[in-house]
């Protein structure tokens, strides 16, 4: 992560009301997601669970979203809590996300001067397993914006496998199974990589 990249991080200070939090129902979804079991692979070990979303079209021209959930009955309910998101201002969803564990930020920090932002935040870093979020929002023109939502079991290597990268996930198509571009998708299929 280039160092700049943490300017805006240590601006978010911890804040927020647990009470407002807990009422929240993206913070509960949120929790859910991360306090459900994870699924084991074929020798016993815990797999990482991701939810990814995608943003495509600009503002008001071919706009729309996909959220996937990878079949799994928790990251599909989250990603009924993500969406439909924000389609101007894309970052106020990972500062909504943020604010779940205690960050906050100015009122005027979801505008422009955010939307050259890629990050990897652990929300839960301390207590197990990890929850990370992933920002990848770069305006450029062809480039998709994207965040996931990471659930990373103690025992997994990010090392030997790391999620695949926002960047080169394959970007939604701007029509889902109907042709409409503005209705909401919401996939079991993972993005394929490049």
Known sequence: ?????????????????????????????????RNAPLAKN?????????????????WLVNMGWKCVHHA??????????LTPPPQEFRTT??????????????RYASGYGWS????????????????????FMVGEAGVQDAIRLAVIPPSYNEREH????????????????DGNPNKPVSTSQPPASR
């Open 162 to 177: 790391p999620l695949p990268n926002l960047r080169k996930a394959e970007p939604p198509s701007a029509e889902n199974e």
């Open 116 to 135: 050259n932002w890629q990050s990897e935040i652990e929300l839960v870093p301390v207590n197990l397993p990890q929850l990370r979020l992933d920002v």
């Open 72 to 81: 799994d009955p928790v990251g599909k309910a989250l990603c009924r809590a």
């Open 1 to 33: 992560m280039h160092p700049t990249a943490l300017f805006p991080l240590l601006l978010a200070v911890a804040a927020g009301s647990p009470a407002k939090r807990a009422n929240d129902p993206l913070c509960i979804a949120l929790e859910k997601f």
């Open 93 to 106: 969803l990972p500062f909504a996300i943020m604010r779940c564990y205690g960050y906050s930020f100015p």
């Open 42 to 58: 074929e020798a016993g070990k815990e797999e990482p669970r991701t939810v990814e979303l995608f943003w495509y079209g600009g």
